[in-house]
């Protein structure tokens, strides 16, 4: 996922770690592969971790391991916060 590239954590882009995990989500997600990823900040701007990005795009009755689509939509989401934010503040606005 060329999305990927765009994630960033409190330290800049994700670690190749951090990227595998996300990735294995994307591919065969698992309940494993759940408990390491959801805590990995996926925007730093406004910090966003996988788990608060999945909450805000899936159903309320997904209460377990993600699915792949979910993941995806659940990045691209936060990517999505992540440039407003950007444009935001280079508006000079701030609303909150």
Not at 67 to 92: K, N
Request: proline share 5%.
């Amino acid at each position: 996922m060329r999305e990927l590239k765009q994630c960033k954590d409190l330290y800049g882009p994700l670690s190749e770690s951090n990227k595998r995990l996300l990735l294995q989500m994307l591919r065969r997600p698992d309940a494993g592969a759940w408990r390491m990823a959801k805590r990995i900040v996926i925007t730093a701007a406004p910090i966003i971790t996988l788990d608060m990005a999945v909450k805000m795009v899936a159903p309320a009755w997904v209460k377990s391991v993600p699915d792949a689509f979910t993941v995806r939509r659940a990045i691209l989401y936060a990517l999505r916060a992540q440039r407003e934010f950007h444009v935001r503040e280079a508006s000079g606005r701030n609303d909150g």
